[in-house]
């Protein structure tokens, strides 16, 4: 259902507030480079700092400007399950096509409080559920078979994988026919050689059109091509990976590209100026300044 190249929508802010202005800038620059759907307030949306309210009016906002161009995937996860119903009933209603549901993280729950949370969700809410294992964010993550015993559920239709083990994306492929997206820009080409459908990607936040060459060769089978877009995209990846926690290289990488602010919200902060160099080498070696 949701393949391809998926951009991992920023959250851009101007003097403390939501910069809806630039949010509508964002969008149309997406949609103008092809991107295949939009994924506003996940992890790089910066959701832990938004209000609630805020949240809503983000998912709002970007239904509205999509107009249907594309799938909204709306972040609509939480560690509470009964705030993760409440989120994906408002994302269905203002019409977003999907949400994304992040593994509950803090409370650490065991393999069957995964499985439960998100039946929950799913039987509550009819709207289609992606499922997104990131344990190095949350401190726990599921098996794959949690995630099989999932994928029997009608609504849940793909899974963002970010564990950062390609043995788990494997697994899940051979055991179920969820759709695997991957959740690391790096990862995307190798958890395709395993059967994944495409990417939630920072890194499309400034390069669109680069990483949908690259999905649309993968979803073509033509992963020969797709390797020359992968070693290319590779070195800009890691560095938007390693610098620091996202969402802070990608957001020092639009600001230095003047397309947003790279203001952060508390405990995030802007990235410091030694590594702000580094980035900046980044972006001129791969072309994107002079």
């Given at each position: 259902?949701?393949?391809?190249?998926?951009?991992?929508?920023?959250?851009?802010?101007q003097d403390g507030?939501?910069?809806?202005?630039?949010?509508?800038?964002?969008?149309?620059?997406?949609?103008?480079?092809?991107i295949d759907a939009?994924?506003?307030?996940?992890?790089?949306?910066?959701?832990?700092?938004?209000?609630?309210?805020?949240?809503?009016?983000?998912?709002?906002?970007?239904?509205?400007?999509?107009?249907?161009?594309?799938?909204?995937?709306?972040?609509?996860?939480?560690?509470?399950?009964?705030?993760?119903?409440?989120?994906?009933?408002?994302?269905?209603?203002?019409?977003?096509?999907?949400?994304?549901?992040?593994?509950?993280?803090?409370?650490?729950?065991?393999?069957?409080?995964?499985?439960?949370?998100?039946?929950?969700?799913?039987?509550?809410?009819?709207?289609?559920?992606?499922?997104?294992?990131?344990?190095?964010?949350?401190?726990?993550?599921?098996?794959?078979?949690?995630?099989?015993?999932?994928?029997?559920?009608?609504?849940?239709?793909?899974?963002?994988?970010?564990?950062?083990?390609?043995?788990?994306?494997?697994?899940?492929?051979?055991?179920?026919?969820?759709?695997?997206?991957?959740?690391?820009?790096?990862?995307?080409?190798?958890?395709?050689?395993?059967?994944?459908?495409?990417?939630?990607?920072?890194?499309?936040?400034?390069?669109?059109?680069?990483?949908?060459?690259?999905?649309?060769?993968?979803?073509?089978?033509?992963?020969?091509?797709?390797?020359?877009?992968?070693?290319?995209?590779?070195?800009?990846?890691?560095?938007?990976?390693?610098?620091?926690?996202?969402?802070?290289?990608?957001?020092?990488?639009?600001?230095?590209?003047?397309?947003?602010?790279?203001?952060?919200?508390?405990?995030?902060?802007?990235?410091?100026?030694?590594?702000?160099?580094?980035?900046?080498q980044a972006l001129?070696?791969?072309?994107?300044?002079?």
């Amino acid at each position: 259902m949701f393949t391809g190249a998926m951009v991992a929508l920023v959250t851009p802010f101007q003097d403390g507030e939501v910069d809806f202005r630039t949010l509508d800038e964002l969008i149309d620059f997406q949609l103008e480079n092809g991107i295949d759907a939009i994924v506003p307030v996940g992890t790089t949306g910066e959701s832990p700092t938004l209000s609630h309210a805020e949240h809503k009016k983000v998912i709002e906002r970007v239904v509205k400007a999509a107009a249907g161009q594309v799938p909204v995937i709306a972040g609509a996860g939480s560690n509470s399950t009964a705030e993760a119903i409440e989120l994906t009933a408002f994302a269905k209603k203002v019409g977003a096509d999907a949400t994304l549901q992040v593994d509950p993280y803090y409370n650490k729950p065991t393999q069957e409080g995964f499985y439960q949370h998100f039946k929950a969700i799913a039987e509550e809410v009819d709207l289609p559920l992606v499922l997104y294992d990131i344990p190095g964010r949350c401190g726990a993550g599921m098996t794959p078979e949690t995630v099989v015993r999932l994928a029997e559920l009608e609504n849940i239709v793909a899974i963002k994988e970010a564990s950062g083990k390609l043995d788990h994306a494997s697994e899940i492929a051979a055991r179920c026919d969820l759709t695997i997206i991957s959740g690391d820009d790096s990862l995307t080409l190798p958890i395709a050689s395993v059967g994944g459908k495409g990417v939630i990607s920072v890194v499309a936040n400034i390069v669109t059109a680069d990483v949908k060459a690259m999905t649309d060769l993968i979803l073509e089978g033509d992963f020969t091509s797709a390797l020359k877009w992968h070693k290319k995209l590779f070195a800009l990846c890691r560095n938007l990976l390693s610098l620091a926690t996202n969402p802070i290289p990608i957001k020092a990488a639009m600001s230095m590209l003047n397309m947003c602010s790279d203001e952060m919200r508390l405990p995030m902060v802007p990235m410091d100026e030694s590594k702000k160099a580094i980035l900046r080498q980044a972006l001129k070696a791969y072309g994107l300044l002079n």
